[in-house]
């Protein structure tokens, strides 16, 4: 599922910020494999046991490495979905990669070459978001960091960029151009809604105009589309305003797969 060459577009990323509990998590994933079987688009789970960057100390992280990877691992036997999981340490890579398909770098970690190294030792496939702070040609040293290595299995993953004042634009030929860099590139569709720190203590988001963006990437010739869904955004312990309504996701994933029959096809 994770060769890139089994994918065919839009495939999907979606699921909970962070892992609250093992029940919702799963719940989540029951019905995206359930969506990913009825519509015939590839689904891969994604979860955080541990959000290392949140806007305040006191925010909610996750349950932690050891048993996130627990609850990551029960998903994935149930499921039958590929999994990919954040990194924030170059140690965390090893114990990951026994679980989860995809090792995801996040965006303020994307330069970090340690990081970049040890994912790629792995030999799983590496998901590489484009920093908040960086133009879409600039992600060309990250990649090369990594193809150094010998490891050539990378995604790329546009997610907006911020100009300050608590808001995200996003710049679609990021698509395009990170495309010409050799990789598949994945438009992150919730959060490119975020406004960071927009609540003062947490971020806020726009979560309204998800399917307005998602669309729009699936129309530039992204190879996928990444998604936060929750049963319940407005209680998330984490990133619940720019977060989608796992009520809503399948009809929103109807129509990017329509888009994509129209635009995109050969």
């Known amino acids: ?63 932690g490495l050891r048993l996130g990877l627990d609850w990551l691992g029960q998903i994935k036997t149930r499921t039958g979905l590929p999994i990919i999981t954040d990194i924030h340490e170059p140690q965390q890579a090893a114990a990951v990669a026994e679980v989860a398909d995809v090792l995801q770098i996040p965006a303020f970690l994307c330069r970090q070459t340690d990081l970049l190294v040890a994912a790629a030792s792995t030999g799983r496939v590496v998901n590489i978001k484009k920093g908040q702070f960086m133009a879409p040609w600039d992600m060309r040293g990250p990649v090369e960091k990594i193809r150094a290595t010998g490891h ?59 399917p307005i963006l998602a669309k729009a990437a699936v129309a530039s010739g992204c190879d996928g589309v990444f998604m936060e869904v929750h049963p319940d955004p407005d209680h998330a312990l984490c990133d619940g305003p720019n977060s989608w309504p796992l009520h809503k996701t399948k009809t929103l994933l109807t129509h990017l797969q329509a888009l994509w029959s129209v635009c995109c096809a050969p």
């Not at 994945?186 to 927009?198: K, M, N």
């Open 152 to 210: 050539t299995k990378i995604w790329l993953t546009e997610r907006g960029s911020m100009f300050g004042y608590n808001n995200l634009v996003v710049d679609f030929r990021a698509v395009s151009i990170m495309q010409g860099l050799g990789c598949p590139v994945i438009f992150d569709a919730t959060h490119s809604v975020q406004l960071p720190g927009g609540k003062g203590d947490s971020s806020d988001g726009q979560r309204e105009f998800v």
């Open 1 to 63: 599922m994770t060769d890139t060459a089994h994918l065919h577009k839009p495939f999907v990323i979606a699921g909970p910020c962070a892992l609250e509990s093992l029940d919702l998590a799963m719940h989540v994933a029951q019905e995206l494999a359930s969506m990913s079987q009825e519509l015939g688009i590839p689904v891969v789970f994604k979860s955080s046991y541990d959000k290392a960057n949140r806007s305040h100390s006191a925010s909610f992280r996750g349950p």
